[in-house]
């Protein structure tokens, strides 16, 4: 008895000695299962912003749980948009208000090219291209792997922050743990649509909003080499389809082959006219607008990890653009892709046809200073530049014969990239408890290479934003086969636990 | 009752005094309908080389027509090929053999582009993008309107002389004609699919065809004036995919975007070394092995009639590839055409990453002079002085890691393109016959710019070759949405006839 008396005691002393990171980190220990099937519980609930009927139900699954956890919680709505989920903690005599943003509508998805549903979510050993297998959920008390990966859309972009959110809180109220800030949630229905309303929202109810004193915007992965990071911006993104014509009907390639023109030969050679062999994007003017980096942020450059090497070899890269550069300072800088190309078809579907359009779906990215506007406007200058007629839809007879090279041109909305000074005091503050939560110093990076409608809220709301990713960085976000490496929801658990009760 | 014996007197007179041609043109007046109908029947029989049910139901549809006509069928098989259809009708005393090849198979389809299933063959009053409406097929005895258009895969490449030559065959059964030569019929079951077995078979029963004076190829189009022509060659063809990788997995545009290889970049910029703004390739030496035009081929040529601009209007082009240089002219070259590219997606599937791989199909239509081979091999051989690694297959992680640029080139099985002199002596007897048939004077044209597996009658079997194409040149061949104009069947029936009555 008096032995054990004495354990009691000194487990009791250890305890009571626990930080409110130690405390919130043994009780998500002891949950991991529990936490794991309320993120595929919210998982299973279709979020690509179009689809009205899921999205709803995503807002209320998100409303009633966090209303659970005591959040004052409302859903802001808006017609013809998926609600923004607002929700509000205030902790007596507390002397600073964090925003947390996240979103919980997620990118479009081919089935087809998934290896299950990407609404049934599926855990695996490891990722399935690098020897992982399927398994059944663990029941509460076994075991539960690190490495294992959930497989499902959103899993790593982004509903993962709002589980950690929720574990965090639960781990707070059973514990007795107090924030130490106010706290303002807001999670996005359309941020993968380029959050189309979030603007119009944010100015109807900026009140709610006035006393954040810093956003932290919970999207994005954490960096390769799996360090924690904590991000002073990201690039904005604007969107670009060009098609081009030929005759108005798909020829025969032998009756007309060698005369008539090709619409994915003339494509190909505009597309080649806007980049060189080393990855520069020679429209003109186009780094122009770029505003130059401060001293902070070149020394904070300078301090990154070299991981080029490790980054090639994992990613199966002999070559990357812009040779000599790395990844962290080449994100720095607008950037061209080609996201999307199609004329006719390839493989064994292909016909011995002059398709008569091509069309190309390009993605600009945006760094300080570029206006997503006036960058598209240089790239269809370019296309003028290079003979083409610009029409807006499907030309008539008449332009037809009028021209000979049309191009259609169509934008997608887009928003600018922003960035935070990275002198901000309280980052400084929120950076050692995520170190203090990942038990590694947490990087301080310039940008982050995605984009975010962080503008919104530097610009419009005149307030910082921080980036708190908690994602891997190989989850296959916006691609086929998402999925979230558990380690890294645990982390965000820790890393939130430590950040709403920072000193 | 005097008058009416007086008129069928006379009516009697004018019949006896008809030529075959005339009487096989009034025997098909009478019966247009029941023609469409029987061309209907085939027409929803479909007819992709690879679904080999329904192929070998055309081979016997096909043969067993033919035999109700008197002809001798029989389906030559081989294991793993469709049946090749032979049919024979020897008449007493001729002194010549015509051979006549078709093909009852079609090009793959995409239903989704079609207005209808591409196997229910539906009338239309004009082309769909022409103001035509679909309509009920006539009644026997209702009247036909030459314009109107059958749609349906095949309708004009290449079931309708099949049908036009049944409908000649019934003619003279019908009106006691005889035709003036030996008949040996050949339809091609995978055309389509470049006629891989047809070599085997004409090896294998070269017994059969050694009596043959010169083969009639039945497919391709008249000219685009729909004046009738007579074509002494087709070109060769020659097929080859090209995929470009960038990283082993899909990346996130936003996060890799500027320093990721995108493969679409990529095989935009190879595509465009391929040829120059006024479509001549500039490929090394892609001109060199092209055969010389003689005196006769130049004269056939300045006698075409020149329909650059009323074919640029029906096209809605204002710019063909060669500036100066006119279709015919252009069809002896060989032609280098992309009739395909895919890389992720565009329009509303299309997500923010940068795909992992850039496919185009490229098609390379070959001139007398030219190796299929050989001129693949030019291909692929820019592809490596282009810096690109070439694999026949995905690459694995060791090919990655040691070569910065890697392209996947698979080749299609092709074959040579064949010319027969323009002097041939029957030719002459056969431009005559056609002129009959159709009224006005047949163009002889020294090169067809489709294929066709000529060479394997003219360099395996030794025999000259001629086409005697009868779709109108706006079907859509090879394209969704296929269509054939009657009055070309009807020209078809009548052309026929003639040929095999001629003296």
Redesign the interface.
Known sequence: MRRATILLLTLAAIASAQTPVETARTYRQAHEVEILQQFAELLRIPNVARDTVNIQRNADYVAAEFAKRGVKTQLLSSYGAPPLVFGELNVPGATRTLGIYAHYDG??V?PSQWLQSPWEPTLWTARH?EGGHAIEFPEPGEKVDPEWRLYARSAGDDKAPIVALLAALDAFNQKGIKPTANLKFLFDGEEEAGSPHLGAYLTTHRDKFADVDVWLFCD??VHQSRKPQLLFG??G?A?M?VTIY?????????????????P??E?????????D?N?KVIIEEFYDSVAPLGDEERAALAKMPNYEDELK?E????????QG?T?PE??L???????????????????????NT????L?V?LVKGNDPEKMLDLVERHIRQRGFHVVPEDPD?ET??????IAKVTRSRGYPAARTEMSLPIAKDIAAAMTEAAGEEVLLVPT????LPLYLFTDLLGKPVLLLPIAN??N?????NESLRLANLWYGVDAFAAVMAME
Do not use: C
Request: a negative charge; zero cysteines; proline letters at 7%.
């Open positions: 990118q479009p081919d291209d994005g992965p990201a690039r993104d969107h389809d030929g005759a108005n009907r798909p020829l025969h390639s032998g009756h007309y082959g060698n005369w008539a023109p090709v994915a030969m494509l190909a050679q505009l597309l080649a006219s806007m980049k062999q990855g070899t990613l199966g890269l002999a070559w990357t653009e812009g550069e990844l080449r994100l800088l607008p950037a061209l892709t080609v996201r999307g190309l199609s004329s006719g078809h390839t493989g064994a579907l292909a016909t011995n046809i002059i398709p091509a069309t190309a779906a993605d990215r007879e037809r014969q009028q021209h000979p090279k982050m290479g995605g984009s960085h190989d296959n976000q916006h691609a086929e």
